[in-house]
């Protein structure tokens, strides 16, 4: 398991549709059905099955608040009857699955839907895991930096709309890649897009979503996709910071195949490569003889707060 991850691994393992025993799961591990529970109640605090019966009930609440019938829910949990799976939910939730929609009233509230855990590992619709840490605190600079990436961004793609559109899809960089996965982005309108593109892609998996559509890349739409996704994302960081999740991990299903991220390297890699495309969207204005200013937070901030 040496260079890989090994939360991954073991989750994979014990969570695959396929492995429905300790057998089947050790299997899917490479490992004996002993080594394999020993290992993953030493690390985790809790045993394969037992998480494994714990996680798909919490799914099967999800799918429940979403109008799932019971008799569905049953079996995709795993059950042979829906009297067993009804009696295993009742003992873990305190009802009957029919009444989930009495008794989880908040069908938004994040983690609604999840049980006691030692480990913090828990189901995170529609396909991926959330994995809970200790409690952190936000650096009230992380705050300024995001707000001014959104600010600044969408002052840049409102710029954008004065240029005329070859100028805009013009490829002024040959060969440019900020993050290899994310191929060339050579002209303005791919930087900008890039900017809008990449706190959709995060907030899909974060939010337990499909892959969105991208939409239009002109001036005009991206502006619309900006102020969409702006105030989730904002306060997706701001969530994060006041539930203490900063050290959470996300088992992200939309990867192929899905990785783990730690929820402060999310933001931090949204907080390092912003920056940078907005700064080669000023330099790729300036060589078209266009003017803006520095993008500076310092007088960002001045100009919101009035202060000097």
Known sequence: MEGRDRLRELLDAVLDEEHRT???MAGGAHSSPYHFSRLLSRDTGEPPVSMRRRVLLERAAWRLRGGTSVTDAAFEAGYESVEGFSRAFRRAFGHVPSHVSNHM????REGGHWLPAPNGIHFHPPTSLWVRAQEHSMNPVTELMVQH???????LIDLAKGLG?????????????VLEWDGEEASLAAVLEHLVWSKEVWLAAIEGLDLPARGDDDPASLLAR???????WLATVRAIDRRGGWEDRLVDALCEPPESFVMSSVVAHVLTYAPHRRHLVRQLLRAGGHAVDQGDPIDWLRARTGVA
């Open 22 to 24: 300790l057998d089947e």
């Open 105 to 108: 009233s908040s069908r938004d």
């Open 149 to 155: 990436d959104l600010d600044d961004t969408r002052a």
């Open 165 to 177: 559109d070859d100028d805009y899809r013009r490829d002024h960089l040959p060969g440019n890649t």
């Open 226 to 232: 900006h102020d969409a996704v702006a105030p989730r």
